[in-house]
């Protein structure tokens, strides 16, 4: 028995070292997996890259401008009463978005909720925003909710359609305040960062560049409506709207308002309102909140090769007149349509939103001196401003109507121009307002009328500053031309007048 558990110790023994010799001679990446240790290090012992000094510059430069700017921006939280069948649609603006049930037909008004973003601008608590974001507002419906996460109710302190700014105001004492930059500063390529709170991320921030300054209208506002943005690439989305735009100094540049898209999203071109416009809107609300803004009352259109060429400027430049305010500023200081303004005190305007950008900072009762170009010359004219009326539309240059005889009134067709004209009625006359003409009755498609704006059913009321009667008179003026002359016609519609140069084709 005792040999037994001899031979037994033994044995067991032998198997032990057996074992302990068989696991070290087995190679040890094979077993390592399946004993792996918990301090297995993970990950590599440094980056595959280390930024240059110029990129760390960059990046911290960001990274500062974010973290200061980001106090100074809110988000509203808006309660709205609205009918069913008003609510903004609109491609080409950010336009509020708001969801909700109406509690009745599509006329009756019910009431929903929206969002968007404001920038403080005083210590004691005006905020600025857009108008789009507020104007539909209930009583005590607009909240606003500080970066530390603090609410108020904020009254309405004025709003500004013509601009889409509205400005706010919070009872709170030493806020952080927004610090408003040198929009003469600001460069096209320049880097911007945009601060709102889209889809109801709050707090977001967005980078891009400055894509253009002065860009004129992105949308189908109406022609009274101010439109000089900022464009930029950094991204825009619903809840944006009335955020800032901000460059790397942390100043701000631009008040975000708009985007161009065809999905009611960002795609790439987004709009801000910029600083030197917001600050003059704003200080008219803090004084009284009401706009005391003057009104010079034109219509106006730019002027192209074509155009200049027409009308004897040696460049393409200014802003072409194609109608009149009735008792409009323009019109009382003897402004006419067809006129080309090329300076406003002594500043070049050479687009209708740079015209728009220098006349807002006007107050209405201001003297104006404004240099036009008029029948091949310079002539300058001094403009008292006028504030802006309701229901305003141009004006025509009426002619009296004589005699036409029938033969005169036959269709005309402009082959190589590419429109055909007929007479006008009656009907038409009391329509569109006008004692004279032809009726523009079709425009081929891809044609030179075409390509140059000319739209079917306008009023041709003039050609080169003649009054037209007949569509034979017409025929027989522009058959007076020679190839590649220059023809400009006065095109009147029932809301709008359009002036359209059109290069004449024989063939």
């Known amino acids: 028995m005792k040999k037994t558990v001899i031979v037994s110790i033994l044995l067991v023994g032998i198997g032990i070292f057996m074992g302990v010799f068989l696991v070290s001679s087995l190679n040890t990446d094979l077993l390592s997996p399946l004993f792996a240790s918990e301090n297995t290090k993970i990950g590599a012992n440094q980056a595959p890259v280390e930024m240059d000094n110029a990129m760390k510059i960059i990046n911290n430069a960001m990274s500062a401008a974010s973290e200061a700017v980001l106090p100074t921006v809110v988000y509203i939280n808006v309660e709205t009463e609205v009918k069913g069948g008003n609510m903004p ?32 601008v005083s210590e004691n608590g005006y905020i600025v925003t857009n108008n789009h974001v507020v104007e539909n507002a209930t009583d005590r419906g607009i909240k606003v909710q500080t970066i530390d996460k603090k609410e108020y109710i904020a009254r309405l302190v004025g709003r500004d359609p013509y601009t889409d700014l509205a400005l706010i105001k919070i ?9 408003l930059g040198d929009i003469e500063m600001l460069k096209v390529g320049e880097m911007v960062l945009a601060v709102g709170n889209p889809m109801g991320l709050e707090h977001t921030v967005t980078s891009g560049i400055v894509s253009a300054i002065g860009r004129g209208r992105i949308g189908n506002r109406g022609g009274a409506n101010i439109e000089h943005y900022v464009q930029t690439d950094a991204a825009i989305n619903p809840g944006n709207s009335g955020g800032g735009l901000f460059d790397l100094n942390g100043s701000l540049v631009g008040i975000n308002t708009a985007i161009a898209t065809r999905t009611g999203t960002f795609m790439g071109y987004g709009f801000a309102i910029p600083v030197d416009l917001m600050k003059a809107v704003v200080d008219d609300l803090i004084e009284d909140g009401k706009i005391d803004r003057g009104y010079i009352g034109v219509y106006i259109d730019k002027v192209d090769e074509t155009m200049a060429k027409g009308i004897g400027l040696d460049r393409v430049r200014g802003v072409l007149v194609h109608g009149l305010v009735d008792d409009g500023a323009a019109k009382s200081a003897g402004i006419q349509e067809g006129d080309v303004i090329l300076e406003v005190d002594g500043k070049e305007v050479n687009s209708p939103s740079e015209l728009q950008s220098r006349i807002v900072f006007y107050k209405a009762g201001d003297k104006v001196n404004v240099n036009l170009w008029r029948d091949g010359k310079s002539i300058t004219r001094t403009v008292t401003l006028k504030a802006n009326k309701d229901d305003q539309v141009a004006s025509d ?3 009296s109507e004589e005699e036409i ?38 425009v081929k498609r891809y044609s030179i009328a075409s390509d140059r704006g000319l739209i079917s059913r306008g009023v041709i009321t003039e050609i080169d500053k003649k009054s037209v009667k007949s569509p034979a008179e017409l025929k027989k003026i522009i058959d007076s031309k020679s190839e590649g002359d220059v023809i400009i016609l006065n095109v009147k519609y029932p809301e709008r007048s359009q002036i359209v140069a059109l290069e004449v084709r024989k063939s």
């Open 405 to 442: 005889k029938p033969e005169d009134n036959a269709p005309v067709k402009f082959e190589s121009l590419g429109f055909t004209v007929v007479p006008i009625d009656s009907k038409i006359k009391k329509d569109y307002g006008v004692e004279s003409g032809v009726l523009v009755s079709d």
């Open 171 to 179: 009872e709170a004492n030493n806020l952080p305040v927004a610090h």
């Open 89 to 120: 649609n609109d491609d080409f603006h950010e336009f509020f978005r708001f969801f909700g049930t109406p509690d009745g037909e599509n006329d009756s008004p019910f009431r929903s909720r929206g969002s968007g973003s404001g920038v403080i």
């Open 397 to 399: 240059n009426r002619k």
